[in-house]
């Protein structure tokens, strides 16, 4: 079964960057597509990038040019760098892969119910 565990996250100011690590065990990382959703708090969970297994991204608009999410299948590690961060970015970040081998991802997937995710990790974005 796949098992994906976030790090990376902590107490940075407006403007800042943050890189965020998604370790992913159990199965080969190269045969799943992964993706990151945020949960700002009291909100429910947004979608806000993805990675396709052959390295094809999707950004929501929100995050667009200030986050880039990129994988390396050698060491079963997805990043998600951030920069430009903002307040409205505070909130926890999950990483999600399916269950089983799918190598194509959306944002918003309407699978995420099929989707084994981690215990996020929290960004705080505050001067």
């Known amino acids: 079964q796949v098992q994906l565990v976030e790090s990376g996250g902590g107490l940075v100011q407006p403007g800042g960057s943050l890189s965020l690590s998604c370790a992913v065990s159990?199965?080969?990382?190269?045969?799943?597509?992964i993706a990151w959703i945020f949960q700002a708090s009291g909100k429910g969970r947004e979608g806000i990038a993805c990675?396709?297994?052959?390295?094809?991204?999707h950004y929501d608009d929100s995050v667009k040019g200030r986050f880039t999410v990129s994988r390396d299948n050698a060491k079963n590690v997805v990043t998600l760098q951030m920069d430009d961060l903002k307040p409205d970015d505070t909130g926890f970040y999950y990483c999600?892969?399916?269950?089983?081998?799918?190598?194509?991802?959306?944002?918003?997937?309407?699978?995420?119910?099929?989707?084994?995710w981690g215990k996020g990790t929290l960004v705080t974005v505050f001067s």
């Open positions: 999600g892969a399916p269950r089983a081998p799918y190598g194509r991802c959306y944002l918003n997937d309407p699978y995420y119910n099929t989707h084994e």
């Open positions: 159990g199965v080969p990382l190269d045969d799943y597509a």
């Open positions: 990675i396709n297994s052959t390295g094809g991204t």
